[in-house]
């Protein structure tokens, strides 16, 4: 089992559309979480950090539940340039700091 | 630069040919890290540096693969007599070192082994 779980995908959705991914971690010592994407050939750069409280970056909306070791990314209002691969990812601090990369969820927004 | 600079961005490799790849970090970043990402996969941990200190190297794949940085900036990672199986993408990321400072990542260089 791999320490970060996402759904591949892919997601095909229309503009416009509200669509919601889901992550799952299983190292409870994991302190910190992120949302990357990453773009077809490109480097992942960040999209948001995720806190506990739930945090809102215009359209796209983070949650973490520590409780059930649970990632969201809610994208509301679909762009045609939100098409790429969300990566799910958990930060565990410690002697050796680690990102731990889920596999990612690709998402396709059309016409 | 301004940002994380890998090279080479394409490197083909003989099997059997031993590779070296290059990581400029940002300037004053302490953390780096490597990561193999295969087609259709997410980025696969390999190794961490904190400063010049290898401080996690759980990742690498096989004793194949080595990093180092020796003065604390930039990195190398080499691969032995490479094997069709270590072709992918391979990253490098920097960060500030802190919990919730955010990993700049490089190109990647794309390593395909013929």
């Known amino acids: 089992r791999k320490e970060v779980e996402q759904d591949p995908g892919p997601f095909n959705v229309p503009e416009g559309a509200t669509v919601a991914f889901n992550c799952t971690y299983s190292?409870?010592?994991?302190?910190?979480f992120f949302w990357y994407r990453q773009d077809c050939r490109k480097e992942p750069k960040l999209l948001m950090s995720v806190y506990s409280s739930g945090n809102e970056d215009g359209r796209f909306t983070a949650q973490l539940n520590r409780a059930s070791q649970y990632i969201s990314l809610l994208i509301r209002d679909s762009k045609l340039s939100d098409s790429a691969t969300y990566l799910c990812v958990a930060f565990t601090w410690g002697g050796g700091n680690k990102l731990t990369f889920g596999t990612g969820t690709q998402l396709k927004v059309e016409l | 630069g301004a940002g994380v600079s890998q090279s080479p961005r394409y490197k083909v490799a003989k099997r059997g040919q031993d590779v070296a790849l290059r990581c400029d970090p940002i300037?004053?970043?302490?953390?780096l890290f490597w990561y193999q990402q295969a087609l259709g996969q997410g980025p696969e941990f390999l190794t961490y540096f904190q400063n010049e200190a290898q401080l996690d190297k759980s990742g690498l794949p096989s004793d194949r693969f080595f990093a180092e940085r020796p003065e604390g900036s930039v990195s190398t990672l080499k691969i032995q007599r490479t094997q069709q199986e270590d072709s992918a993408v391979y990253l490098c990321?920097?960060?500030?070192?802190?919990?919730?400072?955010?990993?700049?990542f490089g190109q990647g260089t794309r390593l395909t082994v013929v």
């Open positions: 990321a920097s960060s500030l070192g802190q919990v919730n400072t955010e990993a700049f």
């Open positions: 300037s004053g970043h302490v953390s």
């Open positions: 190292n409870s010592a994991s302190q910190s």
